[in-house]
């Protein structure tokens, strides 16, 4: 045998450092297992959210594994990045370096995805995503959202009112006075005037306050037949439909998704309309009760798509492969129906994920999806 | 003999209080002058307005001559004006000598840029003002202590290490203020020698005490003040004898 | 009656001699430091040298509490202002000027001093609580500012950046740490060296009284000014670091809980001692990466706070206070008496 040369020498003491550093990667599949990143607030401010789609991809990796349909196990890594921003980039890092980890699905709220984002985008590792946040696909070119951005959800709510709406009857907008609540009403209201709608009154406000009988008394002059309403926090949401129905205002309120915002309003949350991806009605007991078994009480949208995104992402390492380029392969041509919502369809253009939403009314036991009409 | 700090005049109102009201203070050159009055007589406020700390409603200050009624404390520092408090204003976790260097801050030549990398200049700067410190820190026999920590001397040194650095910025007057406050009597005498000695060896000094046993023995002139108002000016044994004296201060003290 | 005026027997102490050897061994400690942290990022993977990152821009910030409370005596809140300043200045100097980080982070720097002459000036005639949040409603206005202004992202914040030094790209972690480390040695020896020169005792003198400072011929005033301004330049290269860090800027950069965490850093470690901020900001910031994997991550606050309350309880100077200490400085003091009767120094 030739002696090695210097140059070889050192090539084979490189390949010998990968070789090393390869092992201690714990990421992507050795044959049996496929294990991938759940970076999420398990702890901290965004917990309620965090754990929702821990929960979701926990049942489907549950399912797949049981399953036996798939040539490997299941094995999420979940790193809780504490609602913070700084420890999610840090955790993003954790997951797609030192760990290899070769696609990650999460943080939930967009100040933590946003950076977790930038650093998936830079090592090219493909990122599933649930924020509603138009940025979070408009400007990465690896991310793929499993939900309805936000301007959709409002969309649908447009269409809702667009279908429903008699000439003598009218629609009043009302927002908190945060990101998403201005941005919220600013696109409903612009959505509105394409369908010839103005709104009677507008009201913003600053969702601390604990007295909502000026809000309530200005909205029964104007009598609106709609109350769009876009305020994420629960507990504000919660005391404006109690406060609602103590001084008798008999318009009905049609909010965005704000978790736990229904069990906060007790009666007062009866007739109550929300709009969202997903609802856990009587029909999608099958789901619940999966997240349930999970250890949340009550299942939302968040821990639904989680559960489609993981089943997605099964169907995608089953037809391409484990690595990120397969996973982001497969992910751009994927056309694939859940068991929480059908008709994903992805392309490397096209990663908005769904174009509509649901609105569901709570009657008081349960939700009962309104539109779209079945 | 020359006045070296001139206060004519001077009033100080609180409201409906008058503090300091019309009070005239001449301390002559090289002299050891005493500012005494029971408490609550206004020497403080007085003393607080002839060195910038507080604000002077009417009258006026000179100082080597030169009018400097209103000027801000540290102008007066810099023209010669150096006192010390009734309280310790010293760091207690550096050592003596860096204590009383900070005395020397108007004399510094260096600016700031020199320090942030600690310039040659900066090193020969401070090592000539550390051989004067030094000097000062020998003849207050604070030199065995120059790199103790403050916080480990006993109350009584860590006074003279105030004085140190007080008449380390090299002061025209010197103003202290209760100097023997809290002091044993022993150390109190100890005091009075070395105020005399500083006289001695050319300071002018105005002392502020309700001590008055210490004034009398030490000082070349005193001001008595009673309620905003001088009472008596002078000679130690004039003062003493001044009936205003007696009854304000003295007389209710009888045992003091 | 016990004397108290004249000095009592007792060990000499040390010398200036003492002195020097002392801050002699001191320096070449902190240089065989210095290399070790630096071969650090050659050595160990790429997360954590992000880690090493992160705790070096948080000791960045450390110090510039040590300056303003620990030397300067002023209470200041406002330290994510000039933080959060800096990480939005780093950005726009790099994408929308275009300069290199070699001149872009002086222009921070000067950007921060700027701010914090303003924080000082607006703070000059008031102090402590005042002062405190006079310096936290700044930070306040300025998120809100942002918040609103769609040219700096508005509540998104700024994405998709690239900041590079001398032509390479702060992306590669081993740069960051590499420069953070310089930037933190170049701090260090500044702050270091002024503490021993006119600045540093004008400092101390109004930290302890302002009104004393003045009548020792220190302007109060000028040197308030000073150090806001120092501090906001060190704050706003630790945010400009961060920007490179975390890759995203957004309006909580100018966050209390940024400020607060920083505060319990500088109260346990010790706000008067910079070996003592620098290891505790290393150990409670990896506390607080993996406090998930200590499986405590719901108490991190309850941790930090215990910290904070038993410091102040136990070791009001901190960590740091500890090499202070009456004992400590007796055996310091035992050591160098030795060496000297062995014909090493003079008195």
């Not at chain 3, 200041?76 to 780093?90: H, P, V």
């Amino acid at each position: 045998m030739k002696k090695l040369t210097g140059i070889q020498e050192t090539a084979a003491a490189a390949s010998l450092a990968l070789a090393v550093a390869g092992c201690s990667a714990v990421g992507g599949s050795d044959g049996d297992t496929f294990k991938f990143a759940v970076v999420t607030e398990k702890t901290g401010a965004y917990a309620d959210y965090g754990l929702q789609l821990e929960a979701g991809v926990e049942a489907a990796a549950a399912d797949i594994n049981a399953s036996g349909d798939y040539d490997v196990e299941f094995e999420p890594v979940v790193y809780d990045c504490q609602s913070d921003s700084a420890i999610c980039v840090q955790s993003a890092r954790e997951a797609v370096s030192a760990d290899g980890m070769p696609v990650v699905i999460g943080p939930i709220v967009s100040v933590d995805v946003l950076p977790a984002a930038e650093v998936t985008e830079r090592a090219d590792v493909p990122h599933l995503v649930m924020a509603v946040l138009n940025q979070i696909t408009d400007d990465y070119s690896n991310t793929f959202r499993f939900s309805t951005q936000s301007d959709r959800s409002n969309q649908t709510v447009i269409e809702y009112i667009e279908a429903k709406l008699q000439p003598d009857e009218t629609v009043a907008i009302v927002n908190a006075t945060t990101d998403f609540g201005t941005s919220g009403a600013a696109q409903q209201k612009e959505q509105l005037s394409e369908i010839g709608v103005e709104p009677v009154i507008e009201i913003a406000h600053d969702p601390d306050q604990a007295d909502y009988t000026p809000l309530i008394t200005q909205l029964k002059e104007a009598d609106p037949t709609y109350v769009l309403l876009s305020d994420s926090n629960p507990a504000d949401v919660a005391k404006l439909l109690r406060q609602a129905k103590e001084l008798g205002l008999e318009s009905q309120w049609i909010g965005a998704d704000a978790s736990g915002s229904i069990e906060l309003a007790g009666d007062a949350a009866v007739g109550y309309m929300t709009v969202s991806p997903w609802f856990p009605t009587t029909a999608n007991k099958e789901l619940t009760d999966k997240l349930i078994a999970q250890g949340i009480d009550t299942p939302g949208w968040i821990s639904a798509m989680a559960y489609d995104a993981t089943m997605a992402l099964a169907q995608v390492i089953d037809e391409n492969g484990t690595s990120s380029e397969d996973i982001t392969e497969g992910l751009e041509s994927l056309s694939f129906d859940g068991i929480a919502r059908q008709g994903w369809n992805f392309s490397s253009e096209d990663r908005l994920g769904l174009t509509t939403s649901q609105i569901a009314v709570w009657n008081g036991t349960e939700y009962e999806i309104v539109w779209p009409e079945r | 003999m020359t006045a070296l700090l001139e206060a004519t005049g001077l009033i100080r109102r609180w409201g409906g209080l008058t503090a300091v009201d019309r009070v005239d203070v001449s301390v002559a050159q090289g002299s050891l002058h005493g500012l005494i009055g029971p408490n609550g007589a206004g020497k403080t406020t007085l003393v607080n307005m002839i060195t910038g700390v507080d604000r002077i409603d009417d009258g006026r200050v000179r100082f080597q001559g030169d009018d400097v009624t209103g000027l801000a404390s540290h102008r007066l520092a810099s023209k010669g004006m150096a006192r010390t408090f009734q309280t310790s204003q010293l760091f207690e976790d550096e050592s003596v000598i860096d204590n009383v260097m900070a005395g020397r801050h108007g004399h510094i030549r260096y600016r700031f840029p020199h320090t942030l990398f600690y310039t040659p200049r900066v090193v020969r700067e401070e090592r000539g003002h550390r051989t004067e410190v030094y000097a000062v820190l020998r003849e207050l026999d604070l030199a065995e202590d120059a790199h103790r920590q403050v916080a480990e001397l006993s109350y009584g040194r860590r006074r003279l290490v105030e004085l140190a650095r007080a008449i380390a910025s090299q002061p025209t007057l010197l103003v202290l203020d209760e100097p023997a406050a809290g002091l044993p009597g022993s150390d109190v005498d100890v005091l009075g020698d070395v105020l005399r000695r500083l006289r001695d060896s050319g300071y002018t000094i105005l002392v502020i005490e309700h001590n008055i046993g210490l004034l009398m023995t030490i000082c070349d002139r005193m001001t008595v003040l009673s309620e905003g108002k001088v009472i008596a000016d002078g000679v130690p044994a004039v003062v003493r004898e001044s009936p205003e004296v007696i009854e304000a201060y003295l007389g209710r003290n009888d045992d003091a | 009656m016990t004397d108290t005026l004249t000095r009592p027997h007792s060990p000499p102490v040390p010398g200036p001699g003492a002195e020097r050897r002392a801050s002699l061994l001191a320096t070449m400690a902190g240089a065989v430091l210095l290399i070790v942290a630096a071969a650090v990022p050659a050595l160990t993977d790429f997360s954590t040298t992000y880690l090493m990152a992160y705790v070096l821009i948080v000791a960045l910030l450390g110090l510039s509490l040590h300056l303003l409370m620990g030397l300067m005596g002023t209470f200041s809140l406002g330290q994510a202002a000039l933080f959060g300043t800096g990480a939005y200045a780093a950005v726009v100097v790099s994408e929308d000027v275009g300069l290199d980080g070699a001149i872009g982070f002086v222009l921070v720097a000067a950007i921060g001093a700027l701010l914090g002459l303003v924080m000082g000036a607006v703070t000059l005639r008031v102090s402590d609580l005042y002062l405190a949040l006079t310096t936290l409603a700044i930070g306040y206005i300025l998120e809100n500012v942002v918040r609103n202004t769609d040219w700096l992202g508005g509540s998104q914040g700024l994405t998709g950046f690239y900041i590079t030094f001398f032509g390479r790209s702060l992306d590669d972690p081993r740069l960051l740490c590499w420069i953070g480390l310089g930037v933190l040695t170049l701090f260090m020896i500044m702050i270091s060296s002024m503490r021993r020169s006119k600045i540093g005792r004008a400092f101390m003198a109004v930290r302890e009284s302002p009104i004393a400072a003045r009548s020792i011929g220190v302007d109060a005033r000028r040197y308030k000014l000073l150090g806001f301004a120092m501090a906001g330049a060190f704050s706003a290269i630790a945010g400009a670091l961060y920007s490179a860090w975390s890759l995203v800027v957004n309006p909580s950069v100018f966050s209390i809980d940024l400020t607060l965490s920083v505060l319990a850093i500088a109260i346990v470690g010790g706000l008067r001692s910079m070996p003592g901020i620098l290891v505790v900001a290393a150990l409670l910031t990896y506390f607080r990466n993996s406090a998930a994997d200590f499986g405590v991550a719901d108490y991190v606050l309850l941790v930090y706070g215990a910290l904070i309350v038993l410091s102040l309880r136990f070791l009001p100077l901190g960590l740091g206070g500890l090499t202070g200490s009456r004992a400590v400085a007796r055996v310091r003091r035992l050591v160098a008496h030795r060496s000297r009767s062995r014909g090493g120094g003079r008195a």
